[in-house]
């Protein structure tokens, strides 16, 4: 999220709201409201980290649903426990968007609706198959995988890479943009570097 540096967009909003106010329904205890878009800003203020509502603190395990979906862990997909790796996981994505304009996970089906079969094999074409082990530890991949840990292609992987998608640099920087996303991007939560490791890594100080 960005600061709005520009107060009149919100008495703009007040004043649509007052004039022409938004759809609503009552559900139970609670006013839902139809969502209504602010006037465009010409210029974007300081960005603001926000939406701590979910946030877990420590090194604990949980368990259930997080994160935005195209930007979900494979063990979130999964269905596993997960832990604060997950945010490493959330690095990698988010830097990639950031950097190339666009997603590296899209996770939707030829409906649009979310998908965790069309997400994982994304995660595939990317990665690789995910180790064994994981998929033994999930009953929710018995979906996807067979008993030996391969795809059952109900869903096609598609035909995917880093190199393919990258279109932004060439030569070594390309190199080092992707090796800095595999340090995150990877199957297990355990073998995904620390925000502390990532912090020596040879793109980042080039930058």
Not at 3 to 28: G, Y
Not at 45 to 66: H, V
Not at 104 to 118: M, Q, T, V, W
Request: charged share 30%.
């Amino acid at each position: 999220m960005t600061a709005i540096e520009d107060p009149s967009i919100l008495a703009d909003f007040e004043e649509q709201v007052k004039s022409n106010p938004s759809l609503r329904k009552i559900s139970r205890d609670r006013v839902i409201y139809a969502s209504r878009k602010l006037r465009k800003t010409k210029k974007h203020g300081r960005p603001i980290l926000c939406d701590f509502g979910q946030a877990r603190y420590g090194s604990n395990t949980y368990t259930g649903d997080i994160q935005p979906y195209i930007y979900r862990a494979p063990e979130v997909v999964l269905r596993m426990p997960w832990n604060e790796k997950v945010d490493i996981w959330n690095v990698g994505v988010l830097a990639w968007d950031l950097f190339q304009q666009g997603h590296l996970f899209y996770g939707r089906d030829s409906d649009k609706e979310n998908s965790d079969g069309h997400h994982l094999a994304e995660m595939i074409a990317i990665m690789g198959l995910p180790p064994k082990e994981m998929i033994h530890s999930s009953v929710y991949a018995t979906r996807f995988f067979n008993s030996e840990g391969n795809w059952k292609r109900t869903i096609e992987i598609p035909s995917i890479s880093f190199e393919r998608l990258e279109g932004n640099l060439q030569g070594e920087p390309q190199r080092l943009f992707i090796q800095f996303l595999r340090k995150m991007l990877k199957w297990k939560p355990e073998e995904r570097e620390s925000a502390r490791e990532l912090l020596d890594d040879p793109w980042l100080r080039s930058h």
